[in-house]
């Protein structure tokens, strides 16, 4: 399995993150993707990944969260660093609009600057959504060329949305919000191939059942794997081996 999109680099972790670790290595994790949030997490970012080369894969960017008064000296270190390592995607990035509804001109400002980077550079966008998904597509769309790729993180929307989504050639980020009954993903995926579906954790945030509540982390990616099979009724190695395919394909990476 593939995790793409795991923020298993902060403070929740450090008591256990060995243990950790080992965990998700026992239930079959072979990649995990890194999710920058701000400057303060890449020197965390950065120590994980080189703690953990063979699993841990780097992505740089500005969280929609963190976008404040001073988001374009933030963004230009950003940039720096952007260019400064072997970075695999732009992200995470995008709009938020539940915690600060007045960042949000700023935010969409900061989000097309980044989809600009990730343009020139050839690598795909990682995007937040959260309350803004019909905005976010509108902007990717305004923004769009050729090329351009990448996944809807934490994707809870509707049926109508992921088409518009998969009309872009973007990927879906499932992850513990699938298995939440009222979310009714079930529902709202049932018609979208497999194909367009990518695995995520966001842990530590949004468990999913039987873990609803506790600290998420990427061994509970067997949780989501299993609701998709069953759902779809297809096998887990089925599930497995399409959405471990997608990854690659978004992240340009091919390993057997």
């Known amino acids: 399995m593939i995790d793409t999109h795991a923020h298993i680099y902060l403070d929740a972790f450090d008591e256990d993150r060995a243990e950790m670790m080992a965990r998700l290595t026992r239930a079959g994790v072979e990649e995990v993707y890194l999710p920058n949030i701000d ?3 890449i020197p965390q970012i950065k120590s994980l990944v080189k703690d953990f080369p063979h699993l841990c894969r780097p992505m740089m960017g500005l969280h929609p969260c963190s976008v404040k008064a001073d988001w374009e000296e933030v963004l230009a270190l950003i940039k720096n660093e952007l260019d400064s390592g072997e970075y695999v995607a732009v992200g995470e990035i995008g709009l938020d609009g539940y915690w600060d509804k007045t960042t949000l001109p700023s935010q969409e400002e900061a989000l097309r600057v980044q989809i600009r980077w990730a343009i020139e550079r050839g690598v795909p966008i990682i995007l937040h959504t959260r309350d803004t998904m019909d905005r976010c597509i509108d902007i990717v769309s305004e923004e769009f060329k050729p090329g351009l790729c990448g996944i809807f993180h934490c994707f809870n929307g509707t049926t109508e949305q992921a088409r518009r989504i998969i009309e872009l050639g ?9 298995t939440f009954k009222k979310a009714k993903m079930s529902e709202h995926l049932a018609d979208i191939p497999l194909e367009h579906l990518v695995l995520e954790t966001d842990a530590p945030y949004l468990a999913p059942v039987p873990f609803r509540g506790k600290r998420n982390e990427p061994a509970y990616l067997t ?10 009724n297809r096998s887990i190695e089925d599930i497995t081996r399409v959405t471990n ?11 057997e």
Request: proline share 0%.
């Open 39 to 41: 400057l303060d997490s």
């Open 170 to 178: 973007f990927y879906l980020g499932i992850g513990g919000v699938y």
């Open 223 to 232: 949780s989501i794997v299993e609701k998709l099979a069953l759902d779809r």
């Open 245 to 255: 395919q997608n990854a690659r394909t978004v992240f340009q990476q091919i390993r």
